[in-house]
C-alpha cells in the first residue's frame, strides 16, 4: 500500500469519527424534536422557554402519577374538531404569539390551573359554558365571537382555539366542547376552529415539557 493511499484511508477514518462525534455531541439533550433542544416564546405577555426537562431520571409530577380517574375521551372529539399532538399543539403556540386569531386555552377549573399549566395559555373554565350569560360572555372576552343587537351570535372573526385539560380522560374540554348545556358546538362554533389537545397536562408533563404553577 502506498504512502498516499495510507494517508487518504486515516483521513477518511478520521472524518467519520468526527462527524459521529458531532452527532453524539447533538444528541446529548432531551430534545422536542429532532435538533430542537428549545424555544424561546412571548404568548400573552409570558416570556418563557419551552423546552423538556434535562435532568435524567426525571419523574411525572405527582398530579399526574395515578390511573384511576376519569374515563378515556374519543379521539375525534365531534365531527370537524381536529385532534392535535404534542408538536402541532407547540405550532399553535408559536403562531399565537404573533396571530391575534389563534387562542391557547386551559379549559380546566381555576384551581388546575393555578397548580400546574401550560405557560402563556388563558384560563376559560369550562364551568362557564353551563349559563349562556357566561358562555357568551367568555366567548366574547377571549374567543373572538360577537353578540349582535339581536342576540344572535357573529363567528365570522371567531378564533382559532387550542384547547386542553388534564388528559386523555378529562372531561373538562369535552364538557366546553360539546357537553356542557352552552357548549361551543351547541352555541354554533364553527367546529374547523376548534383543535383539541387530547394528551393535555398528562401527555405534556410524562413528556417534561415547560410548566408553571405551584405544583411545579
Known amino acids: 500500500m502506498t504512502i498516499l493511499k495510507k494517508l487518504l484511508i486515516a483521513s477518511a477514518i478520521a472524518g467519520v469519527c468526527s462527524v459521529t462525534a458531532v452527532a453524539e455531541d447533538s444528541e446529548k439533550y432531551v430534545a422536542i424534536s429532532k435538533g430542537v433542544k428549545s424555544i424561546d416564546m412571548n404568548l400573552n405577555g409570558e416570556k418563557f422557554t419551552l423546552m423538556r426537562n434535562q435532568t435524567a431520571g426525571n419523574k411525572i409530577s405527582p398530579l399526574y402519577d395515578t390511573t384511576d380517574r376519569g374515563v378515556p375521551q374519543p379521539m375525534v372529539l365531534a365531527p370537524g374538531v381536529e385532534t392535535l399532538g404534542e408538536l402541532e399543539f407547540i405550532e399553535y403556540m408559536k403562531k399565537a404569539q404573533t396571530d391575534t386569531s389563534i387562542a391557547i386555552i386551559d379549559s380546566r377549573k381555576p384551581g388546575w390551573f393555578a397548580r400546574l399549566r401550560i405557560p ?21 372576552d ?10 344572535t351570535l357573529d363567528f365570522s372573526k371567531a378564533k382559532t382555539l387550542a384547547l386542553y385539560c388534564n388528559g386523555y380522560w378529562c372531561g373538562q374540554t369535552p364538557g366546553m366542547v360539546k357537553n356542557a348545556k352552552f357548549a361551543l358546538l351547541k352555541m354554533g362554533y364553527p367546529a374547523e376552529k376548534i383543535k383539541y389537545y387530547r394528551g393535555g397536562m398528562q401527555a405534556w408533563t410524562s413528556l417534561g415539557f415547560s410548566v408553571v404553577g405551584s405544583s411545579n
Open 120 to 140: 402563556g395559555a388563558v384560563n376559560v373554565p369550562y364551568t362557564n359554558f353551563d349559563e349562556k350569560d357566561t358562555a357568551i360572555e367568555m366567548m366574547e
Open 142 to 151: 377571549e374567543m373572538g365571537v360577537v353578540q349582535k343587537d339581536d342576540g
